[in-house]
């Protein structure tokens, strides 16, 4: 029953049959040009990255400097223990706002660096305390660069099959 205007009285109407649309596709891919939620979205996984980045970098800094005694002094090891972070967030910046696949390749990348960086500086710092503990300010950062560029590649590439992207 439908209420067809004031001046008619309730009547019986059967309703016209939907017509069936073909199922739309969940990919963002499939749908076209993105949308404004969509990029809210996806800009937001790259924030998560490089925010994980940054939390890498602070453990990293506040391992040095309880290393050093909290005693600051100018050295060329802060510059090349922070940069694979630099890298890893000009990387995810610059591969930012292409598809869905790298998006996620920087959450996850970015999230893998600040496990590996926490377990490996915490644990030279406060574990196993030794004198060669400083070693690990020489060869992580090489290895979080490294490993960190692997995992976000690696990452967008598979995406690309799984989640539909450029």
């Not at 963002?28 to 980045?53: E, F, K, M, Q, Y």
């Not at 060329?76 to 694979?84: M, V």
């Not at 890893?88 to 920087?106: D, E, H, M, P, Y």
């Amino acid at each position: 029953m439908r209420w067809s205007g004031p001046w008619k009285a309730w009547r019986w109407a059967p309703r016209a049959p939907r017509k069936l649309s073909r199922p739309r596709r969940l990919s963002i891919a499939a749908r076209g040009p993105l949308n404004a939620d969509v990029r809210c979205h996806l800009r937001s996984a790259v924030t998560i990255g490089i925010a994980s980045l940054a939390v890498a970098a602070v453990v990293t800094l506040w391992s040095m400097l309880y290393g050093a005694l909290w005693k600051f002094e100018w050295s060329w090891f802060y510059p090349w223990a922070l940069s694979p972070y630099l890298v890893l967030v000009i990387v995810f910046v610059a591969a930012g706002n292409r598809s869905k696949s790298t998006q996620i390749a920087s959450v996850v990348a970015g999230v893998a660096v600040l496990l590996f960086a926490s377990f490996l500086y915490l644990d030279a710092m406060l574990v196993h305390v030794s004198s060669t503990s400083a070693l690990v300010f020489v060869f992580g950062p090489l290895y979080l660069l490294v490993g960190g560029t692997l995992v976000f590649v690696t990452t967008a590439l598979v995406g690309r099959k799984y989640v539909g992207g450029k």
